[in-house]
């Protein structure tokens, strides 16, 4: 099977005129199609449901985007029911036919693109370079994935003895549940599933309640690819109704997750518990979020440290497992780049992503009224606990759950400076030297990214070896790892080390086997 060699897709150039009026078309385009009504999809055919979840516009809450089913356990039993049964085929399929469905899947994304954009733009609230970055970031997913596989449909090479051959080759394992959250809706969840589809897995696809609709465009895309039905079944719903039972359900083989600490946690418990009828133990694949810091030493480059502590804090308003949420600053170079990080901050701009300038937009809402809440509750926190150096109160949610962003300059022990906020909110935290500095950036549960600014070659070296994060940057940002370039994940309570957009991500969906065979 030809292909030419991977390579990460390019961002749009809004300075381009013909890219803003393609988008701003799209834009009309879907704004036209919004409030429509979306099934779940099981095996195939369209299942209505008794509830509903209504999805808004998190710039205008007074805007349905669109309403989709909300699943209960008889849909979900149902859905496990058919990804069990299609696997018996599915599984048997060579992985170039498989590769092949993920190649038709990224040229469809890309003639869609815009159409993507707009959608992520209504219902993640996001600016267009956000939501083009995550476009592309799913395009390059597909496009990774199919070459992976077909890279280790052989197996790979072991070591052999006299008078035997040894094969170590790969086998699909079964069903997946796919759990995706709402801040990468598109390349996430496209990620999660393509990698159990290509390796020979069906699976039942959930994702967030916040983004439905864009996952089932996602789920239509795999359809117009040429996914046979009970492949991928679409399984909108609340996490609480249907989530304990799909992990915890004997016909369910591994778990690929991405979202909060808390629910990770859970969801690896009930895997780890055998029930009655279950063969296996079950597969926990999980990316958990992050409190991630950033080091700035007295040699640095503090423009350049300045900038990207903004980007890295405040992109999609903070709303990365991987986005800045501490910057340790050398005493020496403290008030420098602070004043330098205040600067930058100040001239972001905060906007509707939908308007015909969201190509200028910096900062757009964060995603709901309970996550509008729970940032609102940390800036009261941040304010009882140091100086609020920049931001303003929230305002009213009815019109929009937008939070500016906000600087604290903080103790390493406030509540703002330990706990994962997922909002546009930073603390600033002083260090004495890199000792300290970098102490204090591992002082955390948490492992996912994290970055050093520094001309010291010695510095760098040492946060190489130490600095404890699955995801370690020098001289840039934390935020944007790029499909097969920098291998996505972290370790503590950051998750399970899955490095998504690696070597080692699609293994983690399949049986190793060894045969060995003696003349």
């Known amino acids: 099977m030809g292909l030419i060699p991977y390579k990460n897709e390019e961002y749009l150039d809004w300075s381009d005129e013909a890219n803003v009026a393609k988008m701003r078309a799209a834009l009309k385009d879907v704004g036209g199609r919004l409030g429509k009504s979306h099934p779940a999809i099981i095996g195939g055919k369209p299942i209505e449901t008794d509830g509903?979840?209504?999805?808004?516009?998190?710039?205008?809450?007074?805007?349905?985007?669109?309403?989709?089913?909300?699943?209960?356990?008889?849909?979900?039993?149902m859905a496990l029911d058919v990804a069990t049964g299609a696997f018996e085929h599915w599984s048997r399929t060579t992985p170039e036919s498989r590769a092949r469905i993920l190649l038709r899947a990224a040229a469809i994304m890309k003639r869609r693109r815009f159409e993507l954009l707009a959608w992520e733009v209504f219902e993640g609230g996001k600016p267009w370079n956000e939501a083009d970055a995550q476009v592309a970031e799913g395009i390059d997913f597909l496009e990774y994935y199919a070459r992976e596989m077909l890279r280790l449909k052989d197996g790979v090479e072991i070591y052999a003895i006299p008078g035997e051959e040894s094969r170590y080759s790969y086998q699909p394992m079964g069903v997946g549940v796919i759990i995706a959250p709402w801040n990468f809706p598109t390349a996430i969840l496209t990620g999660m599933s393509s990698a159990a589809i290509v390796t020979g897995n069906t699976i039942v696809m959930k994702p967030s309640e916040f983004t439905s609709v864009i996952g089932a465009v996602v789920a239509e895309i795999f359809e117009e690819a040429g996914l046979p039905e009970g492949v991928l079944n679409f399984l909108p719903g609340y996490g609480s109704d249907i989530g304990d039972y799909l992990v915890g359900d004997a016909r369910t083989r591994f778990i690929s997750f991405t979202g909060s600490m808390k629910t990770g946690l859970r969801i690896n418990e009930l895997a780890a518990r055998q029930i009655e009828n279950q063969r296996w133990v079950k597969r926990v694949i999980a990316e958990m979020g992050g409190k991630d810091a950033m080091v700035i030493d007295d040699s640095a480059d503090l423009d350049s440290a300045a900038a990207d502590i903004v980007k890295s804090a405040y992109g999609y308003s903070g709303q990365k497992c991987s986005a800045a949420s501490r910057a340790i600053l050398h005493a020496d170079v403290y008030d420098e780049v602070l004043g330098k990080v205040l600067e930058n901050a100040r001239a972001l701009k905060i906007g509707l992503p939908a308007e015909e300038d969201g190509a200028t937009v910096n900062v757009?809402?964060?995603?709901?009224?309970?996550?509008?809440?729970?940032?609102?509750?940390?800036?009261?926190?941040?304010?009882?606990?140091?100086?609020?150096?920049?931001g303003e109160d929230p305002g009213d949610p009815k019109n929009g759950y937008f939070v500016s962003p906000t600087i604290f300059a903080v103790e390493p022990d406030a509540k703002v400076a330990r706990e994962e906020i997922f909002g546009p909110v930073?603390?600033?935290?002083?260090?004495?030297?890199?000792?300290?500095?970098?102490?204090?950036?591992?002082?955390?549960?948490?492992?996912?990214?994290?970055?050093?600014?520094?001309?010291?070659?010695?510095?760098?070296?040492?946060?190489?070896?130490?600095?404890?994060?699955?995801?370690?940057?020098?001289?840039?940002?934390?935020?944007?790892?790029?499909?097969?370039?920098q291998p996505f994940g972290g370790f503590g309570m950051s998750g399970t080390d899955s490095k998504a957009g690696g070597p080692d991500y699609l293994p983690l969906h399949m049986l190793a086997r060894t045969v060995v065979e003696r003349f």
């Open 52 to 77: 509903e979840i209504v999805s808004v516009n998190p710039a205008d809450p007074s805007q349905i985007v669109g309403r989709t089913a909300a699943a209960t356990e008889r849909e979900a039993d």
């Open 426 to 485: 930073l603390s600033v935290i002083k260090a004495r030297d890199f000792d300290d500095a970098l102490r204090l950036a591992n002082d955390s549960p948490y492992g996912l990214t994290g970055g050093v600014y520094s001309k010291n070659r010695d510095h760098l070296e040492r946060a190489r070896r130490e600095f404890k994060a699955g995801n370690v940057y020098f001289n840039r940002g934390i935020t944007g790892a790029l499909v097969g370039v």
């Open 364 to 390: 757009g809402p964060v995603i709901s009224e309970p996550q509008f809440e729970k940032v609102s509750g940390y800036v009261d926190a941040g304010k009882q606990e140091g100086d609020r150096v920049l």
